[in-house]
């Protein structure tokens, strides 16, 4: 058995389903650029990320297992609709998922979003759904729909094309290529295309040649942009990598503590990456604007 499998099967053996009821489906963001709302369905993800900012948010359920206990808000269909249809909502994107994975392995058994996708199509409302899974692809022909009716922005998360990292850093999400083959297919549709490259790893997966096959992929796939990201580690998340980053990869271990004395990498590290990057962004004509798909859809 691989080392890979053995992280995968740890992941299922500790997941709990537990069902829970919800006040709101919706709820609005302090901050409301590019988006005013968010929707998550689940608390919990099942992708097992190590990076994963959102770690923090299960301590408001009494958890500390974001990664095993997964919530599933079993009456968001009719707390959406309420608030869908109540005549002061102005029809604001929705980011579903900004929390966590909507396509994560639970859908495959809840089907919750078939049902929320109809509901944006009956009220007519713009949403973003960013996924490390190609499950969305069973939905294609609702988000179709909407992307006729309104914006849908389909993004996909996805930080390398080598498996042996990408297994152990996201053992729960499906492979790279699968991903870009979902971003090729919704091109076919109205809905802005991404590629959002976050969180870039440090001296994991912050090589040109990485790069150069995701910019490369990404090309091929007709993306309309590219959004790339640092690692940024606070909290929970922080204590969450550097274990994994002793465990995994100890050569890299005192390396990344240098590089990550706060939150976020050293401002020399980031100008020499986002050079590579811009350098790279502009050999394959790759756009940067997440907002300019948005406003043509919306104007």
């Not at 009956?122 to 006729?148: G, Q, V, W």
């Not at 490259?197 to 001296?203: A, G, K, N």
């Not at 990485?210 to 909290?235: C, E, I, M, Q, W």
Request: glycine content about 4%; proline content about 3%.
């Amino acid at each position: 058995m691989t080392k890979n499998k053995i992280l995968k099967d740890d992941i299922m053996e500790n997941l709990k389903y537990k069902e829970i009821s919800c006040e709101i489906a919706m709820n609005q963001l302090k901050r409301r650029i590019p988006y005013s709302w968010d929707l998550n369905i689940y608390r919990g993800c099942e992708h097992g990320c190590k990076y994963c900012y959102a770690i923090y948010s299960h301590e408001y359920l009494g958890s500390d297992n974001y990664f095993g206990d997964i919530y599933v808000k079993i009456n968001i269909l009719e707390q959406l609709e309420k608030q869908l249809s109540n005549p002061k909502w102005k029809r604001e994107i929705v980011n579903i998922g900004g929390v966590t994975d909507s396509y994560q392995a639970a859908e495959e058994h809840y089907r919750l979003m078939p049902d929320i996708l109809k509901l944006l199509i009956k009220y007519k409302t713009p949403a973003i759904i960013s996924t490390k899974s190609d499950l969305i692809l069973r939905d294609y022909d609702l988000i179709d729909e909407l992307s006729n009716i309104t914006y849908v922005n389909v993004a996909a998360t996805i930080t390398t094309m080598d498996e042996n990292i990408r297994k152990l850093i996201e053992p729960g999400g499906v492979e790279s290529d699968r991903r870009f083959k979902m971003l090729k297919t919704f091109r076919k549709t109205n809905a802005s295309v991404g590629l959002h490259v976050m969180p870039i790893i440090p001296y994991l997966t912050d090589s040109f040649e990485n790069f150069d096959s995701l910019f490369s992929r990404a090309k091929d796939s007709d993306v309309h942009y590219v959004l790339p990201g640092t690692l940024y580690l606070r909290g929970k998340t922080r204590t969450v990598f550097f274990d994994f980053t002793k465990r995994e990869f100890p050569h890299l271990y005192d390396e990344l503590l240098k590089l990550y004395k706060s939150g976020g990498a050293d401002k020399e590290y980031k100008n020499s990456l986002y050079k590579t990057v811009n350098e790279l962004r502009e050999k394959y004509k790759l756009s940067n604007s997440y907002t300019k798909p948005m406003k043509e859809k919306l104007k």
